[in-house]
């Protein structure tokens, strides 16, 4: 039996990283043993989920569990120090859900592609709390379900990790997945451009881009998949990228090839004037390059933040070619909105109780039920965006439903229930006229056409 040094410092082993030379032997057989032992747990419990899934499919097309959200992934509860990455995989979780049901009517096959896959920092010897380990869940379930409702999909996932530890494990798992064509390769994400296209063919696909910094997925590289069918969905290190951006001439080079542009300093100056707030000027950068450089019709981004602080930590980033797909973005955004909030509660209630030693006395506090920072935020944005849209109607004297969702769902944390309620709370002070509806209508459609009757907030 043999086994390599890197195995051994593996965390999922058990066995502490730093080992000294006299005890390496035993401890290289005794890693190798349980390593075995742990290609055939993982295959069991892979069965074994799997199975619960099936169970849970079935109990959903069944009127009393219907309404039961299901999830493969864990509670926040267990990504204790790193609930960043709880709110991104619930995020994930969600809205590859979406994507797959919506697409699953049309297309008869699609790919799910991870160019950063790990597992990274994961908890779990059978990574529950990993990216692989919940798209794979999720897709196997989707495929199921639309099995049932009678459209056969053609499912496949490629992972691809630079690390050769982080692989040897990302490899056993994927070697366990049952139901699913499931490839892992040891590489560079942005080096492996051609082997995905091809993987990919004539299948939709959804791309996930989640690295540890801003390197490895340098915008001229990865155009021709940004040019697909399909979909791609960017984790923003917003965090790293404010602390270093133009800080040194070294990163210069580096931020060339995020942005894809020999001119990005100059344009990020000026955006900087324009905007006068830097993440704004950052973020406004990069969705302008990848919509340039992907020829896209939207850009959407959603925040998660530092946990602990009051600060951006991270945007997920959705780049897409149609309005449905924008829809079901901040319908999720909406979710993951109600979450981060009893995530952050959560946290800062636990952290009083232990900074205060009592916790009988204190109850369910101020911090319970005083907004958090995103409620904040979006009252901010929710004043903005009524403006804005006002001002667009006041311009524009007609427009259709597609028109204002396409560009006001572009905004975070606007969601289309409130330009429905905007809208209707000025067809009701006559400011303006909804064409094609009827008076049942409780929610605007694409077929609705919104025509200028006086100027809003006259
Ligand atoms: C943030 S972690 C990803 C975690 C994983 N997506 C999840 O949510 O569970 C980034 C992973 O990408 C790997 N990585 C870093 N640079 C890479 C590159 N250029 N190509 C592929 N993988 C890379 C790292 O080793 C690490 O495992």
Redesign the pocket.
């Known amino acids: 039996m043999r086994t390599t040094r890197t195995d051994l410092g593996a965390p999922r082993h058990g066995i502490p990283r730093r080992i000294r030379p006299f005890n390496c032997g035993i401890l290289a057989q005794w890693a190798n043993l349980k390593r075995l032992n742990n290609i055939s747990r993982i295959q069991n419990k892979w069965r074994r989920a799997n199975c619960k899934l099936k169970i849970i499919n079935k109990l959903r097309h069944t009127d009393r569990y219907q309404n039961i959200e299901f999830l493969a992934m864990r509670s926040f509860k267990e990504y204790e120090g790193r609930e960043q990455?709880y709110l991104?995989?619930f995020f994930l979780e969600h809205y590859l859900e979406r994507v797959i049901y919506n697409i699953g009517s049309k297309w008869k096959a699609f790919t799910y592609i991870?160019?950063?896959?790990?597992?990274?920092k994961?908890d779990d010897v059978d990574y529950h709390?990993?990216?692989?380990f919940i798209a794979s869940q999720k897709l196997s379930s989707a495929a199921e379900g639309l099995r049932k409702n009678g459209k056969e999909i053609n499912i496949k996932c490629l992972f691809?990790?630079?690390?050769r530890t982080?692989f040897e494990s990302l490899k056993e798992y994927t070697e366990s997945i049952d139901g699913l064509e499931a490839t892992a390769i040891n590489?560079?994400?942005?080096n492996l451009i051609p082997d995905i296209i091809n993987y990919i063919g004539s299948s939709f696909s959804f791309v996930?881009i989640?690295?540890?910094g801003w390197?490895?997925?340098s915008l001229e590289k990865i155009q021709p998949i940004l040019r697909l069918r399909g979909e791609v969905l960017i984790?923003f290190m917003y965090d790293h990228i404010n602390r270093f951006i133009g800080t040194t001439d070294l990163s210069e080079k580096s931020f060339e090839d995020l942005f894809g542009d020999k001119k990005w300093k100059a344009r990020f100056e000026n955006l900087l004037r324009n905007h006068g707030d830097r993440e704004n000027a950052i973020l406004k950068l990069y969705s302008d390059r990848l919509k340039e450089t992907g020829n896209y019709k939207y850009i959407a981004f959603t925040k998660i933040l530092n946990p602990k602080k009051d600060r951006s930590y991270f945007y997920l980033i959705n780049c897409g070619k149609n309005l449905k797909g924008l829809l079901e973005f901040r319908e999720v955004e909406q979710k993951l909105f109600e979450e981060q909030n009893l995530v952050r509660k959560s946290l800062k209630h636990s952290k009083q109780i232990e900074e205060s030693k009592q916790s009988e006395l204190f109850g369910p506090s101020e911090t319970l039920t005083k907004p958090g920072l995103m409620e904040e935020e979006r009252k901010v944005q929710l004043a903005w965006g009524k403006a804005w849209l006002a001002d667009l109607i006041n311009i524009s004297n007609t427009l259709t439903m597609d028109q204002i969702l396409s560009q006001a769902l572009e905004f975070p944390l606007i969601w289309k229930k409130d330009v429905d309620n905007w809208i209707f709370d000025w067809a009701s002070k006559n400011h303006i006229s909804i064409q094609n509806s009827t008076p049942r209508e409780k929610t605007l459609k694409a077929k609705h056409t919104i025509k200028k009757i006086k100027n809003i907030n006259d």
């Open positions: 990455t991104k995989h991870d160019g950063f896959s790990g597992p990274w994961s709390d990993t990216s692989f691809i990790e630079k690390t982080a590489g560079r994400f942005e996930f989640d690295p540890t390197t490895g997925f984790n």
